[in-house]
């Protein structure tokens, strides 16, 4: 039963455009997300986080929105760039997981020039 | 300020031995945690080493032990090798358990022929 879900699993969009990647979370324990960014050969960079008591966090091009009641978050890139192109990860975690991060499985982004 | 990195990048092994990964973790960082990714998959929670105790531990069997010593770094030995074992392997390093960023190696890539 995957807790954290990514339901798309690549995403094309024009660069200089909005774009925008969903995750959706299953358990209501979890109380801090993260967004990581991950090229081939490489390991996953982190790129922005959120806790639970916050709705919003922002960070340069990078903007992550929490709703809580409906365990969802989303990833915005304003405005994308080609070089934003590569998987996305939304990752999950509980207090007192002892750091026990949940991943979903991915989001393939695509930004053509 | 180093970040984390890992080795070897490339192992190839038969099923049956036995392997061990190594991980510096990042400047600074006193946890280090330990994650599979299998391919077209998020990566997943094997263990966490805090000050050089295991104290988290994902749905991996024994077999999947680790070490962490007093420089923090790591290590995870997988022994009886199994096919299904061939993934990439990530280490990621932070400061303290849980609700904080945590930082990723460039994995290695684990071969079980």
Known sequence: ?113 | ETGVTQSPTHLIKTRGQQVTLRCSSQSGHNTVSWYQQALGQGPQFIFQYYREEENGRGNFPPRFSGLQFPNYSSELNVNALELDDSALYLCASSLGQYNTEAFFGQGTRLTVV
Request: charged share 20%.
């Open chain 1, 1 to 113: 039963d995957q807790q954290v879900k990514q339901n798309s699993p690549s995403l094309s969009v024009q660069e200089g455009r909005i774009s925008i990647l969903n995750c959706d979370y299953t358990n209501s324990m979890f109380d801090y997300f993260l967004w990581y960014k991950k090229y081939p050969a490489e390991g996953p960079t982190f790129l922005i986080s959120i806790s639970s008591i916050k709705d919003k966090n922002e960070d340069g091009r990078f903007t992550v929105f929490l709703n809580k009641s409906a365990k969802h978050l989303s990833l915005h890139i304003v405005p994308s760039q080609p070089g934003d192109s590569a998987v996305y990860f939304c990752a999950a975690s509980a207090t007192g997981s002892q750091g026990n991060l949940i991943f979903g499985k991915g989001t393939k982004l695509s930004v053509k020039p």
